[in-house]
């Protein structure tokens, strides 16, 4: 296996391995684990994908979510993003399903407003429009590591605020239905994610999180967009090009993404498989510390 260094500073494509060798051979996940810790955004091209083939793939990282409420392939463990009506035609700009995939375009990082926060997510492309539609992502461990001294150590005890209902009402105003505001209550993450396997501290953020814990509401969305934009500026991005065949994994612990757009009477179709973080990938010192730990 071939570890290519694509991006700036982190991101590389993985040759010479396809997902059903990482799925069946130990050695072959092992290199893939270690070089998902150490570039946080790996390539896979020209799979031959099925659902079951990345699931398999998936599985090796640990438990796949199942799919929440209001999403399409709810109860499984796909994600279904598509932009593809009932009649097989792409859906109207102002149509739900378009909607989702422009706040998808916001900068953000998987299920942070989960109970259980991602570790990794799987993206295939199944249909790709002729232009645009590319993802880019950020290495939030490289963006902490560009701030200064100071405002690492602050930031390593500061905790931030998420919820789905926040980032896509910035899309527009009840995108979130009921029913999955009931599900998916505001949730509350240490606001630097430290990689177990190397140590490296990464900044946890993305378009859900409103509000800094402590801090009044404008100081706090204040930092969350100072620190966005200091993790998203110019020339820090890997740009995915998708082909037919791509398959892009990356770690939600340490990088974040977008989707960018596309002319909306072409059809796109990606599904993706997300895999729960567990206690060996750092989740158990993210949360709040309760009242009673502290006393
Ligand atoms: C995702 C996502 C963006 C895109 O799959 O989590 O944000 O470009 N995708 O489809
Ligand atoms: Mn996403």
Known sequence: MDVIPLGPGFAAEVRGATLSDVA??????????AAFEEHSV?????????????????????PPEVTKVGSMG??????????????????????????????NQLWHTDSSFKRVPA????LSARIIPAHGGETEYVSTRRAFERLEQGLRNKLENCFAWHDYAH????????????EEQAALPPVCWRMVWRNPVNGRGALYLASHAYAVEGMDAAAGKKLIDELTDAATAPGTSYLHQ????????????????????????EA????????????????????LPSPQAAE
């Open 268 to 287: 796109r179709l990606m599904i993706r498989t997300t895999i729960s973080a567990t206690e060996a990938d750092g989740v158990a010192t993210m949360g």
């Open 242 to 265: 998708w082909r037919q065949g791509d398959v892009v994994m990356w770690d939600n612990r340490a990088t974040m993404h977008r989707g960018r757009p596309w002319p909306a009477h």
């Open 119 to 122: 570790l990794t997510s799987i």
């Open 42 to 62: 790996l390539v896979f091209r020209g799979q031959h994908v099925t659902d079951d083939i990345q699931l398999a793939f998936s599985r090796r990282f640990g």
């Open 74 to 103: 709810t109860g499984s463990h796909f994600v279904i993003l598509s932009t593809i009506g009932p009649d097989g035609k792409a859906v109207p700009a102002d149509h739900r399903q378009a909607l989702r995939a422009r706040a």
């Open 167 to 178: 980032s896509r009402g910035r899309i527009a105003p009840g995108l979130a239905s009921p």
């Open 24 to 33: 069946s051979d130990d050695a072959a996940y092992a290199a893939t684990r």
